[in-house]
């Protein structure tokens, strides 16, 4: 039901995923599980976290064929480095309990550091020995993504970024069509500060949805991918809900007109 972005052969990442970051590893089953019930078979989890336990548990005793999964998580800033990277993603696939995790990311570049060149090595040799099916990054820029084609030529499959109506960033997307990069969402709903604007909720009027769905729809139509997060069963339900109606050229148009550079999370770490 959910579209998917094939990022390499065999290799594909569901559309629509499930944040879980600021659940904590106790709470984190139980909101998977509402997830998998609602149909969705992507997680998005990090070091950074602290619940990757609780997302491999409730992965492996969700009766799904883990091949039916899609496992992301994420190395930290303190991990930056080749042996460093190594070791972070043994202790990432110990908390996970799992073989293989679908995808990595490293979280930031950490240009203060100047180790993501060897850290990306690393994720290569991670993904060379099959134990992550595809490798990528998250808040990259386009000098930190050139620089990684320049002086490895492994092209990331995915670049994780703030992304939302609000913050578009088109010369960023534009990048990532022409390498090949996966561009996924963070915060896609802007932490729920979009759902009062009046441009979105005229929009949602108009179709007899909820703003958080026309957000939704609007990344879902540009070819982003997105991990929105709640711990709300009827919201994760809402969230996933998204393919039985479609933005009109007016809609995009409206939505396009609202971009204003402007970031809800963090713009840099570490
Ligand atoms: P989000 O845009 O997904 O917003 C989440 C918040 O919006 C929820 O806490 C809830 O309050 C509200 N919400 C969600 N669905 C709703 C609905 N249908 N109706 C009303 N309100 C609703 O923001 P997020 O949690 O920051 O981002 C989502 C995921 O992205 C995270 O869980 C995490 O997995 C990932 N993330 C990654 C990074 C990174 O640096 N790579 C940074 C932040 C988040």
């Not at 972005?5 to 909101?31: M, N, R, T």
């Not at 997830?35 to 336990?53: I, K, P």
């Not at 998580?73 to 996970?96: P, Q, V």
């Amino acid at each position: 039901m959910v579209p998917a972005i094939e990022l390499s052969p065999g290799v594909s990442l569901p559309q629509v995923g499930f944040g879980v970051y600021k659940i904590p590893d106790d709470e984190v089953g139980a909101a998977v599980r509402t997830a998998f019930d609602a149909g969705y078979r992507c997680v998005d989890t990090a070091t950074l976290y602290a619940n990757e336990r609780g997302v491999g548990e409730a992965v492996r005793s969700s009766g799904l064929a883990r091949e039916d999964v899609f496992v992301t998580t994420k190395l930290w800033n303190t991990d930056h480095g080749y042996d460093e990277a190594l070791r972070a993603f043994d202790r990432s696939l110990g908390e996970l309990a799992l073989d293989q995790v679908d995808l990595y990311l490293i979280h930031w570049p950490v240009p203060s550091a100047d180790r993501y060149v060897q850290t990306w090595r690393a994720l290569g040799k991670i993904l060379a020995d099959g134990r992550a099916r595809a490798i990528g990054v998250s808040n990259f820029g386009e000098e930190h993504l050139a620089r990684l084609l320049d002086e490895t030529g492994v092209v990331p499959a995915v670049n994780q970024v703030e992304l939302h109506p609000w913050l578009q960033r088109s010369a960023l997307v534009d990048f990532h069509r022409r390498t090949g990069i996966a561009t996924q969402a963070w915060s896609p709903l802007a932490r729920g500060k979009l759902f009062d604007n009046e441009t979105i909720l005229a929009i949602a009027a108009k179709h007899g949805k909820t703003p958080a769905q026309v957000v939704l729809r609007w990344h879902v139509e540009n070819g982003h991918a997105v991990i929105p997060k709640s711990v709300t069963p009827h919201r994760i339900a809402e969230n996933i809900a998204l393919f039985d109606f479609a933005l009109d050229t007016d809609d995009l148009a409206a939505i396009a007109a609202l971009d204003a550079g402007r970031h809800v999370g963090s713009q840099s770490r570490g």
